[in-house]
């Protein structure tokens, strides 16, 4: 019997043992809940599981699969953007990677607070946008409501809809030393992480594959097929478009947007893709205007809509609020919902709950006094040791809390003094909170397990069900062991959170979801500002390419003791000056200094550094239609070249370097191609590729042929287009002009001729909106159409400067035509103001 | 009085404008006080979309999108309103400043005439300490609030110069305090700035200020500006009274309200945007003109405060 109790007993005892052993060197804080041990340390009983399975992998074998999920997420590219950072830099994202566990029971009575607070929520924004009898009943005061920058005064008296102002809803929670939990503060503007909560359950499930299924931790899909129902719903056209609206690359989430537009299939869009016409929203796309009805926002309401919000906003869309003002767009969640995040909101809603809902509250918010009432600001300024300041309306605020709030036992003498003039003179302004101690959950450091405090995040949406949890959440764990929560405000890792239910959960996975909702996914009209950007990612990727090219075939030339002349070198240099890659006023240095200028000066616009740094920049916007590994190599390729070479450099090593970067820029392509559906994105890629490879050739063959050509120059040409091997295998001789022209230029199956260029160019048009079948041609087309006749009509002899020049000038038309008729969207600008006299 | 009101706003263009969407606060409503008995309002050219209604504060507002090309855009305005004498307490008997403060932070009216939306700070208001303490120099322990408010005033336009050049319209108002130099709407946003930095209600006020001719002269035709100046909440006793620092007038009948808000980004005559390139021209014309029943009175020569334009 492989099971005697005898063995189980044993293996019992063997398990206990290892476990103790974990947990040997872990110590609670004094005075603070621990979410893994009791106060006599020994661990609770929902931990066990996971306790065991990690002390049976042993500290090596946990490390090593921690590894492998931070490997995961370097990959899927899970980045934030750090707004401090001057170089705007991206930071890989920084995972706890132990989960914090929730037993079934306390998950359901949190669970059940958070809906009753969603429900509050809801009914106070209802209230204070509408009737307004919360204020005039004296339940709250209003200008604890006017001083919200948050309440939108031309949203006042709007229903919102589909009847709701809130869809999506988080709360941060912290647990207090008496093990209760407590809200700390609401989520209604647009809350974030429930993307990045996605990721990290996925980056730690394969890290911890058995245990999650052994320990039943509840998944999130059904979470998240809930929301996209529940926002596809809201779509009346239904034309099933909802579009993920973003404040763009520059927002310190906008890895998360992506991802989320991405998972539930929504199209990401910022301000610039939408224009509001007779009160509704339309996408501007490559096919024309779309309507897009519902609009999950990730932009704060106060940039939506320049013309009646914040004027200097140039991330929203003009006349929305217009739109929003007669039903014509549902926004998730409506504009002016973030006023009951507001701190200032939490020293009512204790009293209002039970009067709105009929109900106590089953969770409760940190106690809060706003200090612009005398009784309340006298309490404060009674028990500034006790409490925490924090702004009323706000994270942050000028002076003494530009950096958030304050511990009054912290301040220095003189800031206190100023900070009781200021709640003084202006209590409408400030709040004195409780000073919360959070509790702690384990984080993994150098094989040992160590406590720290953290604040949970849970995310609800509105659904036809009512309010659903998603099980599981999002865990801010902080790098110190200051277990104040006024000390979390920045900084710290994320921790997954693991939900267990009471029996075999179900097997409704995520992966499997994942793809159910991809195939349900509208690919849609692509948005005209992605296909500019497609268009021109294909440019700056070819350019740089064409500029590398020059770069390793003049190192070549440098470098190799046969170089005919014949004036090669000289050419190249030539062509690196004509497209700006090497500086002016460097004619005397040696060649070599204007290839490794080609290569590394960040402050010419032809230079490889600028070129990829366009292309990086380019494609960061359209980061959500691009494989995450072309994303990576591209912005891996942007890191090198920034990595020095050295002045004195030899030939060989810029050949190198330029090879290798040659080679990064290929890979790209091809997994940008490779992987990407042969939709308008693909196509506007290889539209702008092809137009720029086509103005290379023609640029190449006439700095590089002319009448006196010699055979060295051709080989160059022959190099530089990359048909050296297609030329031998096909020519015993030496290089000669009418075959080295024909191949380079006219050979319709040599893919890296002007024909082929051109062949596929018309061919893209042909595919493209508004194209082919019974349509007229249009401009580009029969511009397209006219250069192909040129190739078929034409013998290499003709090809003279002159004609190639032509051609070159008939591409840039082309361009032109192509960015007129596609990409229609437009940064619009203000109006000045009339200054008053 | 009765007032006659032109004004033309018009925009030109170095490039066609192909679309534009503006909103438009030019036209003046019911208020107290105040009853526009005739009003007339025109855009060129043709908008596509016209919406009109009021906004939070009770401004009547014209949302327009333009969808042909153009190189002008024209509003233009004519309104015929009459104003009743204000009824001007003495300020010494107003509240103590101190009690207006409490009052208002724990107001129970949350309507669009309540002070609640005017001690916080706004888009183009920001609460500035130095500003501050140069006001809380006329607002001594238990100071009444209109007596302060006036010192103020009267002090700002003793210290301050009327200076055209040395501000644009997005100035901040800290950097024209700094100046000690602006117009009409820096010394307004100003006043705004130190009185709310006390935790005092103070609006923004857009509107006309009649102007009369120099002695012997033709009344010149559109030389005039809109202009701005304040509101301040003197309890429910006084409700709002209207402060004009650039002339370091108390409004009553010389003065015609065509907008209110928290600061001159709530009632900007013509914001929008548009699409296109190159130079926008901004020309404004204004005219008011009183009308006088009966015919003509002589006006009065000794008019010191002559507004400047």
Known sequence: ?837 | MKYDIHQTTAYGYAYPVPVARHVVRMVPVDRPRQRVVASRFTVEPEPVEWTESFDFFGNRVAHIRIESAHTSFTVRTQARVEVDPADLPDPEATPAWEAIRQSVAESLDLGPDSPVHHIFPSPLVRICEEITVWTAESFPAGRAVLDGAVDLMERLHREFTYDSKATEVTTPPEEAFAMRRGVCQDFAHIMIAGLRGLGLPAAYVSGFLRTEPPPGKERLQGADATHAWLAIWCGTQSGWQGLDPTNALRVSTDHVVLALGRDYSDVAPVGGVLVGSGRQKLRVEVDVVPILDPPAAPAKPDRARRPPA
């Open chain 1, 1 to 837: 019997m492989p099971g005697s109790i005898d063995q189980q007993a044993r293996a019992r005892r063997f398990e206990a043992e290892a476990v103790e052993a974990l947990l040997a060197g872990y110590r609670p804080l004094p005075g603070v809940y621990d979410e893994m041990v009791d106060a006599e340390g020994r661990p609770r009983d929902h931990w066990t599981p996971m306790l065991a399975a990690l002390a049976e992998m042993g500290a090596e074998e946990v490390e090593r699969r921690f590894t492998a999920a931070d490997r995961h997420l370097h990959r899927s590219g899970v980045f934030y953007r750090v707004y401090d950072d001057p170089s705007g830099g991206e930071r890989p994202w920084p995972l706890s990677h132990l989960p914090l566990v929730i037993g079934a029971a306390e998950w359901r009575d949190l669970a059940r607070g958070l809906v009753q607070r969603a429900q509050l929520l809801e009914a106070v924004l209802a209230d204070l946008y509408g009737e307004g009898g919360l204020v005039r009943s004296g339940a709250m005061p209003a200008a604890a409501v006017a001083g919200s920058p948050e309440f939108l005064r031309p949203l006042k008296g709007v229903d919102p809809h589909g009847g709701s102002f809130l869809k999506l809803y988080a709360a941060d929670l912290g647990r207090a030393p008496d093990g209760r939990w407590w809200v700390l503060s609401d989520r209604t503007q647009s809350p974030s992480g429930a993307g990045y909560a996605l990721e990290n359950r996925i980056a730690v499930a394969r890290a911890l594959p058995d245990l999650a299924r052994t320990l039943n931790v509840v998944r999130l899909a059904g979470f998240f097929q809930s929301l996209r129902a529940s926002l596809t719903r809201l779509d009346r056209s239904g034309e099933g478009r909802v579009g993920l609206l973003t404040p763009g690359p520059l927002n310190e989430t906008y890895f998360e947007h992506a991802y989320l537009a991405r998972y539930l299939g929504f199209v990401l869009l910022e301000g610039e893709d939408l224009t509001v016409r007779d009160n509704a929203v339309y996408v501007r796309t490559v096919a024309g205007l779309k309507r897009a009805d519902v609009l999950l926002r990730r932009l704060d309401a106060d940039f939506a809509d320049p013309l009646e919000l914040n004027s200097r906003s140039r991330l929203g869309v003009p006349g929305l609020v217009q739109a929003v003002r007669a039903g014509g767009v549902a926004m998730v969640n409506a504009l002016g919902s973030g006023l009951v995040e507001a701190p200032a909101m939490m020293s009512f809603l204790p009293k209002i709950g039970p009067e709105v809902l009929g109900e106590t509250l089953r969770l409760p918010n940190i106690a809060t006094w706003w200090c612009g009432q005398q009784a309340e600001r006298e309490t404060v300024l009674g028990a500034l040791d006790d409490l925490v300041v924090a702004p009323a309306f706000g994270r942050t605020m000028p002076g003494l809390m530009a950096q958030g709030a304050r511990l009054g036992a912290d301040l220095k003498l003189m800031e206190r003094i100023e900070l009781e003039h200021a709640i003084r003179s202006r209590g409408v302004d400030f709040v004195g909170q409780e000073a919360v101690h959070l509790s702690t959950m384990p984080v993994w450091r150098q094989g040992r397990l160590e406590p720290r405090p953290f604040i949970l995040r849970i995310f609800l949406a509105a659904t036809e069900e009512g309010w659903q949890v998603m099980p599981g959440g999002f865990c801010r764990v902080s790098d110190s062991s200051d277990s104040r929560a006024v000390t979390m405000q920045r900084g710290g890792r994320s921790a997954d959170v693991w939900v267990l239910d009471e029996g075999p959960v179900e097997q409704t996975t995520l992966l499997p979801a994942v793809g159910r909702v991809d195939v349900r996914r509208q690919t849609g009209p692509l948005p005209s500002r992605a296909a500019d950007n497609f268009f021109w990612l294909g440019r700056y990727v070819e350019r740089a390419e064409a500029t590398l090219r020059l770069v390793r075939t003049l190192a070549g030339r440098l470098s190799s003791s046969t170089e005919g002349g014949g004036g090669s070198v000289g050419r190249l240099l030539g062509l690196l000056d004509n497209w700006g890659a090497v500086p002016a006023d460097m004619s005397r240095a040696r060649p070599a200094r204007f290839a490794i200028a080609a290569l590394t000066r960040r402050d010419l616009g032809g230079a490889l550094p600028g070129l990829i740094e366009a292309a990086r920049n380019t494609a960061s916007v359209i980061r959500d239609r691009l494989s995450p590994d072309a994303w990576r190599t591209l912005a891996d390729l942007a890191v090198a070249m920034g990595e020095p070479v050295p002045l004195a450099a030899a030939e060989p090593e810029v050949y190198e370097r330029a090879d290798r970067s040659l080679r990064a820029l290929a890979a790209f392509s091809g997994l940008a191609s490779e992987n990407m559906n042969r939709l308008s994105g693909w196509r506007f890629l290889d539209l702008g590729r092809r137009i720029e490879r086509a103005i290379a050739t023609c640029r190449f063959t006439r700095a590089l042929v002319s009448e006196t050509t010699q055979a060295g120059t051709l080989d160059v040409l022959l190099e530089l287009c990359d048909s050296q091997i297609t030329y031998r295998s096909r020519y015993v001789m030496v290089e000669a002009h009418a075959p080295v022209v024909d191949l380079v230029l006219l050979d319709p199956v040599n893919p890296r001729s002007l024909a082929f260029q051109i062949d596929r160019i018309a061919e893209h048009l042909e595919d493209l909106p508004g194209h082919g079948g019974d349509e007229p041609p249009k401009p580009e087309e029969r511009l397209a159409a006219r250069l192909a006749a040129a190739m078929k009509a034409h013998e290499p002899d003709d090809f003279d400067g002159e004609r190639l020049l032509k051609i070159e000038h008939q591409l840039m038309e082309l361009s032109n035509d192509i960015s007129e008729r596609y990409f229609i969207h437009r940064s619009p600008v203000e109006t000045p103001w009339e200054q008053l006299a």
